[in-house]
């Protein structure tokens, strides 16, 4: 059977973009028209995910309700005759289910993944960071080619990954290839932040992830690791160790990665989604090169 669930880690703090995060979860800020997460939500329904659960913690309750439906508010918008907001709301309602766990301390990560097991079990399963958007407005095939292979080969460990930049590489977890380098890559070891001059490529780890059942086995007995939290990394590592397969899907060159983790990707995210919007993109590029020509 294909996989049709995936687990949205949305539980960090998002200290790197205080004060915007105090209240509110960074995967509500808004990108464009649309909070990071709803882009990801479509992102796996376009991928045939059929259930979404999301890990959450303390002050993540905006989360919850954005994905619920809002009876009254559709009432008014309906009443009021105003159509086109009222399909603003639409989203992929009818499509995907919504289940939400709690991490309630956040341990990393790895942590993160490990709480949905009781909800999981026993089966393959795919991940999406609730603070990544891949591709433009979210058109990317990554997730649908990621779950392809997995039909495909039955590997434990698929990951999407992107060259970055050499000094780059110490933020991200990074694969060591086994064989040519593709837009499929098979892997033969995995390092989380290693620093540039121990880093074996500079394929990073973006953000999306499909796993066999057997990386619940190997989080349960990774003990943290960098950080104090317990790696995602570490466990994808230990399955590869223990004969597990690994490989990695590249992203093709239209998929630009959108991070929202700090403030600089978060405001070059934003700008890209706006100067791209059917309605405003037009205005707000003539209004971008008006500021720049006046300050250069
Ligand atoms: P990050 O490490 O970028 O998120 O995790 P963070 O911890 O919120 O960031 P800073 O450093 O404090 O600014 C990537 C994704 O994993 C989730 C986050 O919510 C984010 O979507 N995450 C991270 C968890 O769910 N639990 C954790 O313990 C850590």
Same mark, same amino acid.
């Given at each position: ?17 205080? $004060? ?7 995967? %509500?800020? $808004? ?35 954005? =994905? ?22 639409? =989203?992929?309602?009818?499509?995907? *289910? ?32 609730? &603070? ?10 990554? %997730? ?41 890559? &098979? ?48 466990? %994808? ?11 990695? %899907? ?16 978060? =405001? ?24 720049? *020509?006046?300050?250069?």
């Amino acid at each position: 059977m294909s996989i049709d669930i995936a687990v949205v880690p949305v539980a960090g703090h998002g200290t790197r973009l205080l $004060p915007a995060t105090k209240s509110q979860p960074k995967e %509500m800020l $808004p990108v464009g028209r649309k909070p990071v997460v709803q882009y990801v939500a479509e992102e796996l329904s376009a991928a045939q995910i059929r259930r979404v659960l999301f890990v959450t913690g303390a002050r993540k309750s905006a989360i919850e309700n954005h =994905f619920d439906e809002d009876q009254s508010l559709v009432e008014y918008l309906r009443e009021s005759g105003r159509e086109e907001e009222l399909a603003e709301l639409e =989203f992929d309602r009818n499509k995907v *289910d919504y289940f939400y766990t709690r991490q309630s301390r956040q341990l990393g990560l790895g942590h993160a993944v490990l709480c949905a097991r009781p909800l999981v079990g026993n089966q393959p399963f795919a991940v999406a960071l609730g &603070d990544s958007i891949i591709g433009l407005h979210a058109q990317s095939t990554i %997730m649908s080619r990621m779950l392809e292979e997995y039909d495909r080969t039955g590997a434990d460990v698929i990951v999407a990954v992107e060259e970055v930049p050499p000094q780059d590489v110490k933020k991200y977890g990074i694969i060591e290839p086994a064989g040519p380098i593709g837009n499929r890559i &098979d892997i033969r070891r995995l390092v989380e932040k290693p620093a540039v001059n121990e880093a074996p490529s500079n394929l990073a780890i973006v953000g999306r992830y499909v796993f066999s059942p057997r990386i619940f086995d190997e989080l349960a007995l990774t003990k943290p690791g960098r950080g104090g939290e317990i790696q995602l990394t570490d466990a %994808m590592q230990r399955v590869l160790e223990q004969g597990g397969k690994g490989v990695a %899907m590249r992203l093709l060159p239209g998929e630009k990665r959108f991070d929202i983790g700090n403030f600089g990707s978060y =405001f070059r995210a934003f700008f890209d989604f706006a100067i791209s919007d059917p309605k405003y993109g037009e205005s707000l590029r003539a209004h971008a090169r008006k500021v720049l *020509d006046r300050e250069g």
